[in-house]
């Protein structure tokens, strides 16, 4: 199965954007254990995303506003994932815990399974351009 995208509207259209899943962001031990990975720095991961602020209230918000305003990917697996870029600061890339650059988007993932969607702070120089499915509008994904 290739990759499907979809934009904002059309993803909405066809029901790829659920509504926002407040008080459930944090529900299970492996969203737990994601949202810790995404806010505080360990050099024992060879590649990890900070969001530059470690609360689950800015946490929450980034990923309501992903949903209110993000493009939607189908990868090969049939996982949805939703990518918003925020045109502000939303963290930092860190390699082997070394600060790499900062990042101006985020990508929330497996956004169709309540108890795993989870979202992580993302540069949107590493996306490409890509054609909406439904209506042939570009998005960046």
Not at 5 to 19: I, S, T, V
Not at 65 to 93: P, Q, Y
Request: proline share 4%; aromatic share 12%; net charge positive.
């Amino acid at each position: 199965m290739a990759k499907k995208y979809y934009c904002h509207k059309c993803a909405k259209r066809n029901g790829l954007m659920e509504d926002s899943p407040i008080g459930k962001l944090i529900q299970t031990k492996y969203q737990y254990d994601k949202y810790w990975k995404h806010s505080q720095t360990d050099s024992n991961y060879p590649i990890q995303s900070i969001f530059s602020h470690p609360s689950t209230s800015v946490y929450a918000d980034y990923i309501v506003s992903a949903m209110l305003e993000g493009a939607v990917e189908i990868d090969e697996l049939g996982r949805k994932n939703i990518i918003w870029c925020a045109g502000k600061h939303t963290g930092f890339r860190y390699e082997h815990g070394n600060l790499i650059q900062p990042t101006d988007a985020v990508k929330v993932v497996l956004s169709s399974v309540a108890s795993s969607l989870h979202a992580f702070p993302h540069n949107s120089t590493c996306f490409n351009t890509q054609t909406c499915i439904e209506c042939g509008k570009l998005i960046v994904f």
